[in-house]
């Protein structure tokens, strides 16, 4: 049986999560901001909260999130840290029930750590609105980081899930062929889909050169507008879903 509070820790090989992530979901959801529901009555949901950080984030955009988390110690550090503003439910999103629908729901860097990915996004798909919409977000195996990683022998393919990844739940690497393969055998329609910020340095360099000013929030936003030109080279891709 799965441990999602261990999984939900840093180890010697990974932080759980870099300032360069933070920064990554903050211009993701800039890019899908005209998808997002705002209408009072809109209802929103995350799936797999790590400790708010992401949630925080959301809420700049909807009054009020519902989060399903399996982890009982994150779930507990969300409310402590979000309040009112936030339900959060201990529940895998295969177990979770709610007597309500979602016009937004959002799966960000979540998709890689389901069990069976597809009967995941079908028990996501009977959550949401007839016209709700899905934001999916998860790490690129074809980031240029990947590949010069997988160049240099430490990985044997992009694809490949490393252990620090394995200890952190990870289940699987995502390309854009494959992502849009398990969307599609959810009966999921995609209707945009790109990348977000690209990647040629692993997640630990960028967050040493942009503590020692090499880099600043200005290259990382320009490296994202180079990687509309180029999702497949980004390190994270996304797809907006809608049934």
Same mark, same amino acid.
């Given at each position: +049986?799965?441990?999602?509070?261990?999984e939900?820790?840093?180890?010697?090989?990974?932080?759980?999560?870099?300032?360069y992530?933070?920064?990554?979901?903050?211009?993701f959801?800039?890019?899908?901001?005209?998808?997002?529901?705002?209408?009072?009555?809109? &209802?929103?949901?995350?799936?797999?909260?790590?400790d708010?950080?992401?949630?925080?984030?959301?809420l700049?955009?909807?009054?009020?999130?519902s989060? $399903?988390?399996?982890?009982?110690?994150?779930a507990?550090?969300?409310r402590?840290?979000?309040?009112?503003?936030?339900?959060?439910? $201990?529940?895998?999103?295969?177990e979770f029930?709610?007597?309500?629908?979602f016009?937004?729901?959002?799966?960000?860097?979540?998709?890689?750590h389901?069990?069976?990915?597809?009967?995941?996004?079908?028990?996501?798909?009977?959550?949401?609105?007839?016209?709700?919409?899905?934001?999916? +977000? $998860?790490?690129?195996?074809?980031?240029?980081s990947?590949q010069?990683? !997988?160049?240099?022998?430490?990985?044997k393919?992009?694809?490949?899930? +490393?252990?620090?990844?394995? &200890?952190?739940?990870?289940?699987?690497?995502?390309?854009?062929?494959?992502?849009? !393969?398990?969307?599609?055998?959810?009966?999921?329609?995609?209707?945009?889909?790109?990348?977000?910020?690209?990647k040629?340095?692993?997640?630990?360099?960028?967050?040493?050169?942009?503590?020692?000013?090499?880099?600043s &929030?200005e290259? +990382?936003?320009?490296?994202d507008?180079?990687?509309?030109?180029?999702p497949?080279?980004?390190?994270?891709?996304?797809?907006?879903?809608?049934?």
């Amino acid at each position: +049986m799965r441990n999602y509070d261990v999984e939900a820790k840093s180890n010697e090989g990974r932080e759980y999560q870099y300032n360069y992530d933070k920064i990554v979901r903050e211009i993701f959801l800039a890019k899908v901001d005209p998808f997002i529901e705002k209408r009072k009555d809109a &209802r929103s949901l995350e799936i797999g909260s790590f400790d708010g950080s992401m949630s925080e984030l959301i809420l700049k955009y909807v009054d009020f999130l519902s989060i $399903v988390e399996p982890s009982e110690e994150m779930a507990l550090r969300v409310r402590n840290r979000l309040g009112k503003r936030v339900e959060v439910f $201990v529940s895998t999103i295969e177990e979770f029930a709610s007597s309500g629908r979602f016009d937004n729901i959002f799966l960000v860097h979540t998709l890689e750590h389901l069990d069976d990915p597809v009967r995941g996004l079908i028990s996501i798909s009977n959550l949401l609105t007839s016209d709700g919409k899905i934001f999916v +977000m $998860v790490p690129n195996a074809n980031a240029v980081s990947r590949q010069i990683a !997988t160049a240099m022998g430490m990985l044997k393919n992009p694809r490949e899930v +490393m252990d620090s990844e394995a &200890r952190q739940g990870h289940l699987r690497t995502y390309d854009q062929h494959s992502l849009k !393969t398990d969307l599609e055998a959810a009966n999921l329609k995609i209707i945009h889909s790109g990348g977000v910020v690209l990647k040629a340095l692993a997640n630990f360099q960028f967050d040493i050169a942009l503590s020692d000013g090499l880099i600043s &929030r200005e290259y +990382m936003a320009a490296a994202d507008s180079v990687g509309n030109f180029y999702p497949d080279l980004c390190g994270s891709i996304f797809s907006i879903c809608k049934l």
